[in-house]
């Protein structure tokens, strides 16, 4: 069965209901933002030395 989606246009006229849209965007903030180096340089090294070998391992299956 296919997926379907509906769009709706949702409309808030209400004051009261706005600054309530806003305090819970607020608060659902994360804590602390992403790190923007998420691996430290040895990992980093090893997950491309493991790429290489999928990578070469891929090639030799696909040649025989």
């Known amino acids: 069965m296919a997926a379907s989606t509906f769009e709706r246009k949702i409309e808030i006229k209400e004051p009261e209901y706005v600054q309530r849209l806003f ?3 607020e608060d659902d903030r994360p804590v602390s933002p992403l790190s923007d180096h998420p691996y430290t340089e040895d ?16 090639k030799m299956q696909i040649n025989t």
């Open 43 to 58: 990992e980093r090294e090893r997950n491309v030395e493991l790429f290489k070998q999928f990578l070469s391992r891929s």
């Open 23 to 25: 305090t819970l965007m």
